[in-house]
């Protein structure tokens, strides 16, 4: 499925706790690869929690597992994930004269890896 | 005070460097035989987490291109790569003293270079906003004991700040607000529900993308103006919500917005922050307002004030002309690496390789990096120099500034083997000011240039 979702990284506590042990242990490459996406969103992709997905843009392309969010948490045609390098393989590098990179406002697509 | 006990030490006040929050009132139980905090009274789990994983590690204290060097060698080499380059730039300095932040303004000014920190990735427009609109702000004690409205838009304390909360905004207990929670409002802003949601009284989810335009719809309500029913259908947000919380705010006694990367981080950036800063400055004719970022690192906004006071600039500065000028999208460092005009890297206490758009990280490791870092980081990795630097607040003192600009001094628990940052940085600006006198002198430079090359800093 093509449909564009918009990517939210962001600080969580197990992503700030495994930072902490270290940016090269299991923990944290876990956390900041673990997407949290909406149910039906997921179900309308066949998808279920634990489920490797691809998620890719014009910039590069990451895998991550998934889990699902109630609709009162997280709207559709939203996604979150810890902030860490698989999500800066995804962030464009334009500015727009400001310094800052739109780092939570990434468009991209979504498919499983089967 | 610290009390010996055989080999376990108590540090009382010591204070928590991992968030901007900065909390001094941690007490520290310190193994001395084995080096570590084995208890932090009264921190979070992010500051548990900090206290407990910063040990001793069994590592070099420097290195080139990955192999044991001593740090003299280290030194030298780091000061010869930052002379020769023609466009070096500095960054990180957000997990760092004040103290050492100073030596790397200097060093950056003697080689003519670029200093940037991770404000530019953080709240870089909220700095450029501030200079904009200006800044109607307060400390965090103010906001303890005097806020009956507490709003937060774009962030999600309860995970990135735990104790915001407790210690400072909402279940804290102030001289007029004596029943803490009891006595205030509090609204959160945010696209997703967080874990922050539970303490909210009231929960607004804009469209994502469309914080600007709410801001501006509450400016024009809190003036009066009539606005279009529709405005549901473009942010989201019923114009009931609004209203009722356009009224809350021109009518509570002590207001406050905390603001986070949900503004600055996207489409609008510091026009973002710019409204919210707006909306503050309007409620100041009918109440007292103000508003605070909520600082990430535990001393992002002394780097602030450091660059600041040093430079007249708070980020984004280039001193390649002799004199600092300040451009961000030009001189802020997703772009000097970006564009591929950065040809060494100074890096102190920050992971960019982690953590920046993939183009800047793919021309990181196409140049000299130096670091310093109290751990292995991806930036470590592909350093030419790395320096093992011992932790701030846990092995060293120094001063650092809470979100709201107050200074707090740092109480150490336990010595490192590790230089500090501060020691490094002034060796390296020690020999960076020798090798660019020489090059003067062989150069036949002007008499002007002699006397700034030789003026110390």
């Keep these: ?114 | 005070m610290a009390n010996e006990n055989e080999n376990i030490k108590i540090v009382e006040n010591a204070t928590c460097t991992f968030c901007g929050c900065v909390c001094d009132d941690m007490e520290l139980h310190v193994d001395l035989n084995e080096k570590r905090i084995t208890k932090a009274k009264n921190a979070c789990v992010l500051g548990r987490a900090w206290f407990a994983e910063h040990t001793i590690e069994d590592a070099p204290a420097a290195m080139i291109d990955g192999e044991e060097v001593s740090v003299d060698e280290a030194i030298e080499e780091a000061a010869q790569t930052l002379v020769n380059a023609k466009f070096p730039i500095t960054y990180g300095l957000s997990d760092t003293t004040c103290e050492a932040q100073r030596q790397a303004v200097a060093i950056s000014d003697y080689i003519k270079g670029n200093i940037d920190t991770t404000t530019s990735v953080c709240h870089g427009p909220s700095g450029l906003a501030f200079q904009g609109v200006g800044e109607s702000t307060s400390t965090l004690g103010e906001v303890k004991n005097r806020a009956d409205l507490v709003i937060y838009w774009g962030g999600n304390p309860a995970e990135s700040h735990p104790r915001h909360f407790g210690r400072y905004a909402v279940t804290a207990k102030g001289m007029f607000t004596p029943n803490g929670k009891k006595d205030r409002t509090v609204v959160l802003v945010d696209v997703r529900k967080t874990k922050s949601a539970p303490v909210a009284d009231i929960l607004i989810r804009p469209f994502p993308g469309k914080d600007f335009e709410v801001l501006w719809a509450l400016r024009a309500l809190v003036k009066g103006s009539k606005l279009s029913s529709n405005i549901e259908e473009e942010t989201g947000v019923p114009l009931e919500t609004l209203s009722d919380l356009a009224e809350r705010m021109k009518n509570c006694r002590f207001g406050v917005l905390f603001f986070g990367m949900g503004l600055t981080m996207t489409r609008g950036r510091h026009f973002n922050s710019g409204a919210l800063l707006a909306l503050t400055t309007d409620l100041n004719k009918y109440t007292h307002f103000v508003a605070m970022p909520v600082r990430g690192h535990g001393n992002v906004t002394g780097a602030d004030n450091v660059v600041s006071w040093q430079t007249g600039y708070p980020f984004g500065v280039n001193f390649s002309r002799g004199y600092p000028r300040f451009n961000p999208g030009e001189f802020t460092t997703v772009d000097t690496l970006s564009n591929g005009d950065a040809d060494a890297a100074l890096i102190i206490a920050s992971d960019p390789a982690s953590n920046f758009p993939k183009k800047a990280i793919e021309h990181l490791k196409n140049i000299p990096v130096i670091t310093l870092d109290t751990k292995n980081t991806h930036t470590t990795k592909l350093s030419h120099v790395a320096f093992r630097t011992a932790t701030y607040g846990i092995n060293t003192t120094g001063t650092v500034y809470r979100m709201d600009d107050v200074p707090i001094t740092l109480r150490p628990a336990f010595d490192s083997p590790f230089p500090d940052d501060e020691t490094i940085l002034t060796s390296i600006k020690k020999r960076v000011h020798e090798l660019v006198l020489a090059k003067h002198y062989a150069g036949g430079a002007s008499g002007e240039a002699k006397v700034a090359a030789i003026n110390p800093l």
């Design chain 1, 1 to 114: 499925m093509a449909d564009k979702m918009m990517l939210i990284p962001g600080r969580t506590s197990k992503q700030g706790t495994s930072l902490n042990q270290g940016k090269f242990k299991d923990e944290y490459k876990e956390v900041t690869s673990t997407l949290e996406m909406n149910k039906d969103d997921m179900d309308k992709r066949g998808l279920v929690d634990g489920d490797k997905v691809r998620m890719w843009n014009e910039i590069g392309e990451t895998i991550v597992s998934c889990i699902g969010k109630k609709t009162e948490d997280l709207s559709a045609g939203l996604l979150f994930i810890p902030y860490g390098p698989p999500s800066s393989q995804l962030m464009a590098s334009d500015t727009a004269g400001t310094g800052m990179p739109l780092s939570k406002h990434m468009m991209v697509e979504i498919e499983k890896v089967k």
